[in-house]
């Protein structure tokens, strides 16, 4: 074992640590001589950790505000079970630089943040770096622990609630709110949040943690093969026995972390994961609780050339079984930027779950019976009172995935013809603008404009399987409306208008209305701001047929 707080001078290059008994640390109080001071470690030659294990702790850096930073300029090699743990620094986090990194099968690395500072980890490996089948880098349960951290879960009795990330944390049965959604959808780097304890009393009185958030890493390499797992993931509730007959108590699932990617290539088949922790289930004497489940993280990968064909892993955390009161976590986003072409992509993938299961379901102040959607979150510095504007050239929305554009100064342009892309499955909400002008007409995702929100079609547009909800403004140059198949449809809000009209509840449509098997609503609603009523038109003719419904 070779443990340094201190010193390492001479012209130490080269590093082996091997057996499983083999160990070196590292801690923020220690130096190398020839390096920029405390808390920095500078090695010209190479790190083989063969069985052995590596670990790079920081703890108290008051004294180092730049951070922790540890350079091997001959590569980092890691095989037969070899390891190494990075934990950030409070300040500005923890890097580690290597010529190149190669993590071999059965080799592992820990990432762990900081959770007073929120700070993550951040490998910077010029060369190449490969993760070979097998191999984990991991910060499961890494990030802010219990009711800690800016999204964390309040707490609810027997059953705790979700901590928020990517969107909102699910709802416990106590129907508290779950935490709230943070972060950068672009530049992702914030640990996740803890979910909300599991209270209450039975024979005895009981507070159980919920589940931690997952860690936040940052890679930048010339080259990043990936054949196994990076997984920052939440850690779910779980459920604990108090000790009583038949009661259990049901902490919140903690919220996924943050994954950011900047390579000159990127390839293999393996997996990027920064799910949400599950909701517990609890039972108090005949009563049954539930938690709610922690959102997902966020995912941003940038490259110049790519042929990574495997997956991502963006799921809110679900309720522990369908028929309770529980309420899954919000769906995280992965963002995709080729940086030679420019091209760009969101996408939200809820694996299928869909996590509103309350009695009667969550009901919006606008009355829709929603699940927890990705917000688009790209600029907190400002937030909400600035305007700010992104374009795409992707929208993809699968597994029941949703996404929110949260408010109305920010405006989202899809510039691909094929840009929308979906299994009719995910919704685009906006209080903003969305700009799907330029998109195909036939939309593989539903639509749902809030009052302060707006969207631009271009002259024909067919919900096929879809739903196109509008309590907001219609713009650009729509004029003929199909709806089609049984679960298509339209619905026209009182509080809503199109560009051109007479104002609010005025919708004023130069084409004409397919109904093929679909259904259109045209609800008024309060219209005292509307006292000439509601006026919908369609130049071109409407058209029912085959069950289609208005």
């Not at 109080?29 to 405390?38: A, E, I, K």
């Not at 699932?253 to 290539?265: C, E, L, N, Q």
């Not at 374009?391 to 949260?406: N, R, T």
């Amino acid at each position: 074992m070779v443990a340094v707080h201190g010193r390492v001078s001479g012209t130490v290059q080269n590093i082996t640590v091997s057996r499983t008994d083999g160990s070196l640390s590292l801690y923020g109080d220690g130096q190398t001589d020839g390096s920029l001071g405390v808390s920095n470690f500078d090695f010209a030659g190479s790190l083989l950790v063969d069985q052995g294990s590596v670990l790079i702790e920081p703890r108290n850096l008051a004294s180092a505000p730049r951070g922790m930073y540890v350079t091997f300029g001959g590569g980092v090699t890691l095989r037969t079970s070899g390891s190494m743990s990075v934990y950030a620094s409070q300040a500005n986090g923890t890097y580690v630089q290597s010529a190149q990194l190669s993590l071999s099968s059965s080799a592992s690395m820990t990432i762990g943040g900081h959770t007073v500072s929120g700070t993550g980890v951040t490998l910077v490996v010029p060369g190449s770096m490969s993760v070979a089948a097998g191999t984990t880098i991991s910060g499961n349960g890494l990030g802010f622990p219990s009711r800690a951290g800016p999204g964390a879960g309040p707490t609810g009795n027997y059953g705790g609630t979700g901590a928020g990330h990517s969107g909102e944390g699910g709802r416990s049965t106590s129907t508290a709110q779950g935490g709230v959604a943070y972060g950068n959808t672009l530049r992702p780097a914030s640990l996740g949040s803890g979910g909300g304890n599991g209270v209450g009393s039975d024979c005895l009185t009981y507070n159980y943690p919920g589940g931690a958030g997952g860690a936040a890493l940052r890679i930048v390499a010339g080259t990043l093969q990936l054949l196994g797992t990076v997984s920052m993931n939440g850690v779910g509730g779980g459920s604990v026995s108090v000790g009583c007959a038949s009661s259990y108590i049901a902490p919140g699932g903690g919220s996924g972390g943050s994954i950011w990617i900047d390579a000159g290539s990127f390839s293999g088949t393996g997996t990027l994961s920064v799910l949400g922790g599950d909701g517990g289930r609890a039972y108090q004497r005949t009563n049954m609780y539930l938690a709610g489940g922690g959102s997902a993280g966020r995912v941003a990968v940038y490259y110049n050339t790519s042929t990574f064909s495997g997956a991502f892993k963006a799921s809110g955390g679900m309720q522990v079984i369908d028929d309770g009161f529980g309420e899954g976590g919000g769906h995280g986003t992965v963002y995709l930027h080729n940086k030679q072409s420019g091209w760009n992509q969101l996408m939200v993938d809820n694996a299928g779950i869909r996590n509103s299961c309350f009695s009667g379901a969550r009901v919006d102040t606008v009355g829709l019976q929603l699940s927890r959607p990705a917000w688009l979150l790209y600029d907190p510095v400002n937030g909400a009172s600035t305007a700010v504007s992104l374009v795409v050239s992707s929208v993809k929305l699968l597994g029941a995935g949703s996404l929110l554009v949260p408010y109305a100064l920010w405006d989202v342009r899809v510039t691909n013809a094929a840009g929308l892309e979906g299994d009719r499955s995910g919704t685009l909400y906006t209080m903003g603008s969305v700009d799907v002008s330029a998109c195909d007409p036939v939309l593989p995702i539903g639509f749902y404009v809030y009052p302060s929100g707006s969207v631009v079609f271009g002259p024909s547009i067919e919900a096929r399987g879809v739903a196109v909800t509008v309590h907001g403004r219609v713009s650009g140059t729509v004029q003929n409306i199909t709806v089609s198949r049984t679960d298509g449809s339209l619905s026209l809000y009182g509080d809503g208008q199109t560009d051109g009209s007479l104002g609010v509840s005025n919708f004023d449509f130069a084409g004409s209305l397919l109904v093929d098997q679909g259904s259109v609503l045209i609800e008024p609603r309060n219209l005292a701001s509307a006292p000439r009523g509601m006026y919908v038109t369609f130049g071109g003719g409407v058209t029912l047929r085959t069950s289609g419904s208005m």
